[in-house]
């Protein structure tokens, strides 16, 4: 028999808040899905956006690699840069580059790349765009190693040959020239005359020798060229053998073959220098200039000459007499020719002392001698120079003049470097 005092089981009353906390958990459990639906929902979109940010950024990176590659080909020796026939693959992106001959700012060799990387992942492209141009073998009106000192009053300016115009003193420069007059070395530059005069002084091996000093006017004054002084961090190696190996292979091709050159021996006076008819250069044990000399054979075009290049021997030098002329078709004098200094070049290895000016004596012509010493010869000499001088140490005993042939910026040294690197649209 039922006791009817108990309740049935369904209906006995249950602990308090046992039914809402069972709903509030299913409402938890089902926030707790949402939220994690939202985490990964987000953390996908998270991870794809970083996936095309990356993507974005090495599609980018392997564009450039195409400027790259180009640059190495010019480097390794190569004429000219050669785009691969087939898309290069690079990481998860392929790249091609076209090649397009230009000429540099200073005259020389010269390409224009424009490199287009496109993404395995996804298609996207991008383009950058450089001009990869050969460094100038002669730069400034003079560079050396180590130290320059002038003597007595110096002028360093700047002029351009290669104008075609008749008659020959119409092409003539006059003042302010160019403004490339400019003295540069890895040491000290002492300005030793009162009167002394340069378009732009250059001290590299600043980080190395941080030293205001490095650059003296002895004669002080407002027009001082160390006023006008340009700080490169790095120091600019043209000695060690690596940089000299070039003329080292000329050195080899002239084994056997060097001789002594006087310029009063040839062709009358004034002497006529030609190029070599039996080699790319005149290998000469030594050069003496003793009498007026200019350069042949001669056209219509004076100023179309083909150049002629000198490489002196180890112990040689080249010696200009007082007096004499080098190189001019009228007298090497501003306001009356325009003196074309690539057409004599010079080379050589020598360490001695290999170029002497003597006295009044004028020279236009580009001198690479990074070993060797660049000083007046005879006493009080009064020399200039039309075109530049690359050696290792210099100091006139008198005042020399230095017009640097910006013309001569066009020659290269076979070392190649990335210009007006941009991104372009595609």
């Not at 004429?79 to 000429?103: H, K, W």
Request: aromatic content about 8%; overall charge negative; some cysteine.
């Amino acid at each position: 028999m039922t006791d009817s005092r108990r309740p049935p089981l369904d209906a006995r009353p249950r602990p308090s808040g046992e039914g809402g906390s069972f709903v509030l958990a299913l409402l938890v459990s089902m926030l707790a899905l949402s939220i994690g639906g939202m985490l990964f929902t987000t953390i996908a979109l998270s991870e794809r956006n970083a996936r095309q940010g990356r993507d974005f950024t090495t599609t980018l990176e392997t564009a450039d690699a195409g400027i790259q590659h180009a640059l190495a080909q010019l480097n390794g020796g190569a004429g000219s840069p050669t785009p691969p026939a087939a898309p290069l693959e690079v990481g998860d992106a392929t790249v091609t580059y076209t090649s397009t001959p230009t000429v540099s700012s200073t005259g020389g060799t010269a390409w224009e790349i424009q490199s287009t990387a496109t993404s395995l992942l996804t298609g996207e492209q991008r383009r950058v765009a450089a001009v990869i141009e050969e460094e100038s073998r002669f730069p400034f009106a003079m560079f050396t190693d180590e130290s320059i000192t002038f003597t007595g009053e110096t002028d360093i300016d700047s002029y351009t040959s290669g104008v075609i115009c008749t008659p020959l003193s119409s092409c003539a420069w006059a003042a302010p020239y160019s403004g490339g007059g400019i003295v540069a070395n890895n040491d000290t530059i002492n300005f030793n005359g009162n009167s002394t005069t340069a378009d732009g002084v250059g001290l590299y091996n600043w980080a190395a020798d941080p030293d205001p000093a490095r650059c003296v006017h002895a004669g002080g004054g407002a027009d001082s060229p160390c006023n006008n002084v340009t700080y490169i961090t790095e120091r600019l190696d043209l000695s060690s053998s690596t940089e000299t190996e070039f003329l080292s292979d000329m050195e080899t091709i002239c084994a056997g073959d060097w001789v002594d050159y006087t310029s009063s021996n040839y062709l009358g006076i004034p002497a006529v220098l030609q190029p070599s008819a039996t080699g790319p250069y005149h290998c000469f044990s030594s050069v003496t200039f003793d009498v007026d000399t200019i350069l042949a054979p001669l056209t219509t075009d004076p100023l179309d000459i083909k150049p002629v290049i000198i490489v002196v021997q180890q112990g040689g030098a080249v010696n200009v007499r007082q007096h004499t002329e080098v190189n001019c078709l009228d007298p090497c004098t501003p306001g009356v020719s325009v003196p074309a200094a690539p057409h004599l070049q010079i080379y050589s290895l020598s360490s001695g002392n290999m170029l002497n000016l003597g006295v009044h004596s004028d020279l236009a012509a580009a001198v690479y001698a990074p070993l060797a010493g660049c000083d007046a010869g005879d006493s009080n000499a009064q020399a200039d120079v039309y075109g530049a001088l690359v050696c290792d140490r210099s100091g006139s005993n008198g005042g020399w003049n230095l017009h640097y042939d910006q013309a001569l910026a066009g020659i290269g040294n076979g070392r190649f470097l990335v210009r007006e690197w941009r991104e372009e649209p595609v």
